[in-house]
């Protein structure tokens, strides 16, 4: 009866594009000056977009909102790595991605208005909206990219979610599922070190939260999420492995939620100022500017172009949303079900035109 | 036709669901291989393979959760919950997302779940098989709920809810699900929300659903004896409630009874008499009556007995209500 290893696991970390702005290039894929570009301007754009929100909600014009400050190469990275006709499943700090994806500014602006025609995806657009309730989105992404197995949809299914959810019940049955039936889904991870107060090492004792996937059975992999170059390449292959069969894949992005939690929070209770300095530095749009100004990518006027340019995005969003004609109040009842109810017609009545005395 | 027992007509529902539509995907702890452990899924793996008949890990919030990503994918899955008392670890996806759905996202996307469990008491099962929770979920905004209590209607209310486009907790009395014998009356779905007068009567109004019907129309049988008429009406569909049969009945008789299994505070006995006392007060001879169980966890099964609605207690409670 000897006694042997039956199992030996390793999980990678991989940096292409360093805090220095230096690219590997042995890991460096082909990008073309006009996709490195892209990169840059939509990090910008999805970070203009999020002062924009912030500083709505301090005005009054906005509710409670959780910014995306520090996670811009995660979100963007994902966003341009996913196809139209895969399926995205966002929990509720993924703003970048929702605008790779077409979803319309306004709509961001709606639902942290509390406007729940904010959570409207339009038609053709493969997503679900924003979950609130931390990582029970999870299963669903699992159940969708079943669906597509059993229909036979070559497509993948992306779902994406926060250190702290790693702690839910959700993210194990989900990761589970998806290990069992080797289905076509990637389970992005948005480690931004930090569940409202909580530090990443409170959540699990585990050394990364990449090798959560080991215990499933399939792959998890590390990567430095402040890393444009490798958020898109990690995302990319992990997705076109799902699309041709190669089943699920975990993506721990290491990354800092710059911001406090969100507006309704202050997150100088809890970290010091020296850690958020720190990660001022690894900053990832910053890291981008240094490698394409080496590369002579970067020019002044580009610079004034991509801020031009996303502004007035921003501010045509502002307002398209600010522009929103009032809630019909029976509207509330329209969508309970398909057909509504005897109760909910009579309370719809009742709301709208009560009986007289 | 042969005659059928009500979970062998569940059986028949889901094998003529899964023919008719290739979207319906049968989910859940033991379904596949061993039919279900009552047997209610048997068969349907050798039918429709295993793409369709999914023996899943024991994960109730991954069948839930899973289940809803399918529904919304495009797919009809029908999660069966080996029982009710197992159902709350996916509370969260049943009220958080699996109901709220369609409101939240303005009707881009539905959920057309079923979800089958057993519930109920009298089987003589282990601690947490003898739930009757129902209206944790009748309070849920966003869902139906549905309780057969005979083989025909459940094979009808089952085609109903697989093809309801909004997600459907589909209670099966596990006491009942081999004691009654009958020939289906007719392939037809059977809609929901509508009500069946069990029992025609005059004097009183027994309102029930599930295992309880049957409690309830030995109950108007015993008192038959002394010349009293008892109307029982099974609800069928607990949500959306059918109001109108319950007030018809109640304007006839004047008189009415709650019977249920759930504990009494907070059990939709409540709800039927406020509705009742919103909608027909001038009708009624006396208060409405509520016969359930105690506002104690289900005891194990030497006590079961005395915990569940009877017909004796019935019996009673109808005598006070006339005397009233």
């Known amino acids: 009866m000897p006694k042997k290893s039956v199992g030996q696991f390793n999980i990678d970390f991989i940096q292409i594009l360093n805090e220095a702005g230096e690219a590997d290039p042995s890991l460096l894929p082909h990008f073309t000056e006009k996709e490195i570009r892209q990169f840059y301007e939509s990090m910008v754009f999805a970070r203009l977009f999020d002062e924009k929100a912030l500083n709505l909600q301090r005005q009054g014009r906005l509710g409670t909102y959780a910014s995306i400050r520090g996670q811009e190469a995660v979100q963007i990275g994902a966003g341009l790595a996913l196809q139209a006709s895969d399926w995205w499943f966002p929990a509720f700090r993924d703003i970048g991605i929702s605008m790779m994806r077409g979803l319309p500014g306004k709509n961001l602006f709606l639902y942290w208005a509390g406007d729940e025609r904010g959570n409207a995806i339009p038609p053709g657009q493969n997503d679900f909206p924003i979950a609130i309730p931390v990582g029970t989105h999870i299963p669903h992404a699992v159940g969708a990219a079943w669906g597509a197995k059993i229909k036979k949809d070559p497509i993948a299914v992306l779902v994406t979610f926060g250190d702290g959810a790693t ?191 | 036709m042969e005659k059928l027992t009500l979970v062998q007509a569940i059986n028949l529902a889901l094998s003529e ?59 009809t899955p029908v999660a069966e919950i080996q029982f009710l008392g197992f159902i709350y670890s996916a509370m969260e996806q049943i009220i958080s997302h699996a109901a709220r759905l369609r409101t939240r996202t303005k009707g881009r996307y539905h959920c057309p779940l079923v979800i089958r469990t057993p519930y109920g008491g009298g089987i003589h099962a282990p601690e947490h098989h003898s739930e009757s929770s129902e209206a944790y979920f009748y309070h849920t905004p966003g869902i139906k709920v549905v309780v057969p209590s005979t083989p025909s209607d459940a094979r009808g209310l089952l085609k109903s809810a697989i093809r309801d486009p909004d997600p459907v907790l589909f209670l099966e009395p596990a006491r009942i699900y081999r004691s009654i014998k009958e020939e289906m009356k007719g392939d037809d779905p059977i809609p929901l929300g509508e009500a069946r007068i069990a029992r025609s009567g005059k004097d009183i109004t027994l309102i029930a659903w599930g295992a309880m019907v049957h409690t309830a129309l030995k109950s ?72 359930a169980g105690f506002n104690t966890p289900i005891p194990l099964p030497k006590m079961e007995q005395v915990y569940l609605p009877s017909p004796e207690k019935i019996t009673a409670a109808i005598y006070q209500t006339l005397r009233y």
């Open chain 1, 167 to 357: 702690s839910k019940g959700d993210f194990h049955e989900g990761m589970n599922m998806a290990g069992v039936f080797s289905l076509p889904v990637v389970f992005l991870c948005q480690n931004n070190q930090w569940a409202i107060s909580v530090p990443r090492a409170r959540q699990t004792a585990s050394q990364t939260l990449a090798q959560k996937a080991i215990a499933y059975g399939f792959p998890g992999i590390q990567v430095d999420g402040n890393d444009i170059f490798g958020m898109v390449q990690t995302t990319k292959e992990a997705l076109e492995k799902a699309r041709r069969g190669g089943g699920p894949t975990f993506i721990e992005a290491v990354t800092y939620r710059m911001s406090d939690h969100t507006t309704a929070d202050d997150a100088s209770r809890y970290r010091s100022p020296e850690e958020v300095k720190g990660w001022e530095g690894k900053d990832p749009i910053l890291r981008l500017k240094i490698y394409m100004e080496k590369t002579k990518i970067w020019t002044p006027a580009f610079e004034e172009e991509v801020a031009r340019n996303s502004m007035n995005r921003v501010l045509n969003a502002v307002t398209e949303y600010e522009a929103m004609p009032p809630v019909d109040p029976g509207e509330i009842f329209d969508y309970v079900f398909e057909k509504p109810t005897p109760d909910l017609i009579e309370q719809k009545q009742n709301l709208l035109s009560p009986p007289k005395e």
């Open chain 2, 17 to 75: 669901e899964m023919e008719r539509d290739p979207g319906v995907v049968v989910m859940g702890e033991d379904v596949g291989k061993d039919g279900g452990v009552f047997r209610a899924t048997l068969g349907l793996l050798d039918r429709f393979g295993g793409e369709r008949v999914i023996d899943t890990p024991l994960s109730e919030t991954g069948i839930i959760g899973a289940a809803i990503g399918m529904a919304a994918y495009g797919l």
């Open chain 2, 220 to 291: 108007a049988e015993a008192v038959k004896k002394e010349g009293i008429e008892a109307e029982v009406i099974d609800l069928r569909t607990l949500y959306p409630m059918d109001t109108g049969k319950i007030l018809s009945s109640i304007e006839k008789t004047g008189r009415g009874i709650v019977v249920h299994e759930a504990p009494l505070k907070g059990g939709l006995g409540g709800e039927i008499a406020a509705i009742i006392q919103e909608k027909a007060l001038l009708y009624l001879e006396a208060p409405v009556l509520r016969v």
